[in-house]
């Protein structure tokens, strides 16, 4: 499948066409301003693409990511304004990895101490229950920081281990007082990164790459411990998961001897065989972040409209990828980390959480494709930055561990997002409160326009 690039819109999609310049080159008298609106936050409307995020709500709310009232910051409003770094009395937090439903998350953690002397160790945290709970995963002798931990849908923690040039792969698992290990095998491999766990819950792959071509290796749920299952020509990165059966795998790849990054679609059930999966522009780096199977959202990285920016399309549409103005923040980073499920055939509707990342630390950012609207919240007290998962009624999980709790979910409601008028250019409901009266958004206008009458388009062709 490949894709094209459209900037501004609200129903977008991967199709086969060719990129279109961005909004600024030449403005659509039809759509401009649909995803640029002022948000709750400010006082009246900002100029366009000034783009910096506005202070997250509920920034004085310890350990929940924001109240419901004030949840939209301006594009425009000073990044300075985000919430200040995590400062708990423990250890940061390491990558947290959830399995795909949420109910099993494992990381590295380590004990309070000098820097440099900490005992690293895995944790696994259950999160399907009435209360979370972690259980820590000790051996005899302390992890290595650079080890990464995965949990399956049973229960168990897989572990990757480096020592020397070989890629050491166990299972750890809580029994009696201690920590059971079951040894998996090695890779003879000085570099491998493990994926995100199967949506199945039972399998677990990993990535090697060199400058040539890239192995993809199954290290649990085989029958034989670690085995490889495909060699990719080119480099191979990312890693998002397509379908909830864990047949199709999207991974990021540049082709042997260089060029642009391409996402690709792997097909395990087809002896791995790959296909292209975005292709915006011949030159455009265009990256797979996250898919929703359900809906069939993708987010997407790609600089086919000049510069990075984050995008969305649907998997198998004909419509064009869409580059929202409201994700696009100067001076800080965003990245979607979590997408809203059971949203059967309703990809607009599905809530997404970012994670934004500025001088002043790491907040929340809340989004739906429908809404056009970047809501902005603060994190709880020792968030690790990326973490969260949801659940099919709009209820988001932040996990964090600080001094004062070392094992705790703060839940988010997904706001609302209010539709303005096409005719006022105001909310249907800004009397409700949801709105400063004295802020009026752009008009609601969102058709997607074919590329052969879209002005960007026609603006930028060579003929």
Same mark, same amino acid.
């Given at each position: 499948?490949?894709?094209?690039?459209?900037?501004?819109?609200?129903?977008?999609?991967? /199709?086969?066409?060719?990129?279109?310049?961005?909004?600024?080159?030449?403005?659509?008298?039809?759509?401009?301003?649909?995803?640029?609106?002022?948000?709750?936050?400010?006082?009246?409307?900002?100029?366009?693409?000034?783009?910096?995020?506005?202070?997250?709500?509920?920034?004085?709310?310890?350990?929940?990511?924001?109240?419901?009232?004030?949840?939209?910051?301006?594009?425009?409003?000073?990044?300075?304004?985000?919430?200040?770094?995590?400062?708990?009395?423990?250890?940061?937090?390491? +990558?947290?990895?959830?399995?795909?439903?949420?109910?099993?998350?494992?990381?590295?953690?380590?004990?309070?101490?000098?820097?440099?002397?900490?005992?690293?160790?895995?944790?696994?945290?259950?999160?399907?229950?009435?209360e979370p709970y972690a259980v820590p995963l000790p051996l005899g002798q302390p992890e290595e920081p650079d080890a990464q931990v995965a949990p399956l849908a049973d229960g168990r923690v897989l572990i990757r281990r480096r020592v020397a040039d070989r890629q050491m792969f166990s299972l750890l698992y809580p029994t009696g007082p201690g920590t059971g290990e079951l040894l998996l095998g090695a890779v003879e491999c000085a570099e491998?990164?493990?994926?995100?766990?199967?949506?199945?819950?039972?399998? &677990?792959? /990993?990535?090697?790459?060199?400058?040539?071509?890239?192995?993809?290796?199954?290290? !649990?749920?085989?029958?034989?411990?670690?085995?490889? =299952?495909?060699?990719?020509?080119?480099?191979? @990165?990312?890693?998002?998961?397509?379908?909830?059966?864990?047949?199709?795998?999207?991974?990021? *790849?540049?082709?042997?001897?260089?060029?642009? &990054?391409? /996402?690709?679609?792997v097909d395990l059930g087809r002896g791995a065989e790959v296909t292209p999966l975005l292709q915006i522009a011949p030159g455009s780096d265009d990256r797979l972040l996250l898919a929703d199977a359900d809906s069939g959202l993708l987010?997407?990285?790609?600089?086919?409209?000049?510069?990075? *920016?984050?995008?969305?399309?649907?998997?198998?549409?004909?419509?064009?990828?869409?580059?929202?103005?409201?994700?696009?923040?100067?001076?800080?980073?965003?990245?979607?980390?979590? &997408?809203?499920?059971?949203?059967?055939?309703?990809?607009? @509707?599905?809530?997404? !959480?970012?994670?934004? +990342?500025?001088?002043?630390?790491?907040?929340?950012?809340?989004?739906?494709?429908?809404?056009?609207?970047?809501?902005?919240?603060?994190?709880?007290?020792?968030?690790?930055?990326?973490?969260?998962?949801?659940?099919?009624?709009?209820?988001?999980?932040?996990?964090?561990?600080?001094?004062?709790?070392?094992?705790?979910?703060?839940?988010?409601?997904?706001?609302?997002?209010?539709?303005?008028?096409?005719?006022?250019?105001?909310?249907?409901?800004?009397?409700?409160?949801?709105?400063?009266?004295? &802020?009026?958004?752009?008009?609601?206008?969102?058709?997607? =326009?074919?590329?052969?009458?879209?002005?960007?388009? *026609?603006?930028?062709?060579?003929?």
């Amino acid at each position: 499948m490949t894709a094209c690039a459209i900037e501004g819109g609200s129903a977008g999609a991967a /199709a086969t066409a060719e990129p279109e310049a961005e909004s600024a080159t030449e403005p659509d008298p039809k759509g401009s301003g649909a995803e640029s609106g002022p948000e709750e936050y400010g006082a009246g409307p900002e100029p366009e693409g000034s783009g910096d995020p506005g202070k997250p709500a509920g920034a004085d709310a310890p350990g929940l990511p924001g109240s419901a009232a004030d949840e939209d910051g301006p594009e425009s409003s000073s990044a300075a304004g985000g919430p200040a770094a995590p400062a708990g009395d423990g250890p940061l937090p390491g +990558d947290f990895t959830l399995t795909a439903d949420g109910a099993y998350a494992a990381r590295l953690t380590a004990a309070p101490g000098p820097p440099g002397e900490r005992a690293w160790y895995p944790e696994r945290w259950t999160l399907d229950g009435p209360e979370p709970y972690a259980v820590p995963l000790p051996l005899g002798q302390p992890e290595e920081p650079d080890a990464q931990v995965a949990p399956l849908a049973d229960g168990r923690v897989l572990i990757r281990r480096r020592v020397a040039d070989r890629q050491m792969f166990s299972l750890l698992y809580p029994t009696g007082p201690g920590t059971g290990e079951l040894l998996l095998g090695a890779v003879e491999c000085a570099e491998m990164t493990l994926l995100p766990p199967s949506p199945d819950g039972r399998c &677990v792959y /990993a990535l090697s790459a060199d400058e040539h071509s890239s192995s993809l290796w199954l290290v !649990a749920g085989g029958a034989f411990g670690p085995e490889e =299952v495909a060699r990719i020509p080119g480099r191979c @990165s990312g890693g998002a998961w397509l379908d909830r059966a864990g047949r199709m795998l999207a991974l990021d *790849r540049r082709a042997p001897g260089g060029g642009p &990054v391409k /996402a690709v679609a792997v097909d395990l059930g087809r002896g791995a065989e790959v296909t292209p999966l975005l292709q915006i522009a011949p030159g455009s780096d265009d990256r797979l972040l996250l898919a929703d199977a359900d809906s069939g959202l993708l987010l997407i990285r790609s600089d086919a409209p000049g510069h990075d *920016r984050l995008g969305w399309g649907v998997l198998g549409s004909c419509l064009p990828v869409r580059f929202p103005e409201c994700l696009r923040l100067a001076d800080v980073a965003v990245t979607p980390f979590a &997408v809203q499920p059971g949203q059967m055939l309703m990809p607009e @509707s599905c809530a997404v !959480a970012l994670r934004i +990342d500025g001088a002043a630390g790491s907040w929340v950012g809340v989004w739906r494709p429908a809404g056009r609207r970047l809501h902005q919240f603060a994190a709880p007290l020792g968030w690790a930055p990326g973490a969260g998962y949801w659940s099919r009624d709009g209820v988001l999980r932040l996990p964090y561990a600080n001094g004062a709790t070392s094992c705790g979910v703060a839940m988010l409601d997904a706001p609302q997002d209010v539709e303005p008028s096409s005719v006022t250019g105001r909310s249907s409901d800004a009397e409700g409160g949801t709105q400063p009266s004295a &802020v009026v958004s752009a008009p609601a206008v969102c058709k997607p =326009v074919p590329l052969g009458q879209a002005p960007l388009h *026609r603006a930028t062709r060579s003929d």
